[in-house]
Nanobody, 124 residues
Framework: VQLQASGGGLVQAGGSLRPSCAAS????????MGWFRQDPGKEREFVAA????????DHADFVKGRFTISRDNAKNTLYLQMNSLKPEDTAVYYC??????????????????WGQGTLVTVSS
């Protein structure tokens, strides 16, 4: 499956963004999905994940209550609704996929396919 992330940008602290990740090549609904982020000089970190059906989701503690992962299998698209953004949320955000599972995964090593990333910059 090929993944194309978009929807990043520059926003002021407290604002919102909704990056998306378009999938092509294989049946999107067979894959569970995740969002990760990486700041220069830091390791890539888990943000959120969702199972192939959308029935289960998981969010990192530092985004709980602010970010929400969702998917639309009819549109082959993954979303990350980001509210109450903080300067420390500034990073490149990557979408990733792994073969469908009933369980959400936090480790990047579980993911088989990666998009190219979209930059989110939050100004103070």
């Amino acid at each position: 499956v090929q993944l194309q992330a978009s929807g990043g940008g520059l926003v002021q602290a407290g604002g919102s963004l909704r990056p998306s990740c378009a999938a092509s090549g294989r049946t999107f609904s067979r894959y569970s999905m995740g969002w990760f982020r990486q700041d220069p000089g830091k390791e890539r970190e888990f943000v959120a994940a969702i199972t192939w059906s959308g029935g289960s989701t998981d969010h990192a503690d530092f985004v709980k209550g602010r970010f929400t992962i969702s998917r639309d299998n009819a549109k082959n698209t993954l979303y990350l609704q980001m509210n109450s953004l903080k300067p420390e949320d500034t990073a490149v955000y990557y979408c990733a996929a792994y073969q469908g599972s009933w369980y959400v995964r936090r480790s990047s090593s579980n993911y088989d396919y990666w998009g190219q990333g979209t930059l989110v910059t939050v100004s103070s």
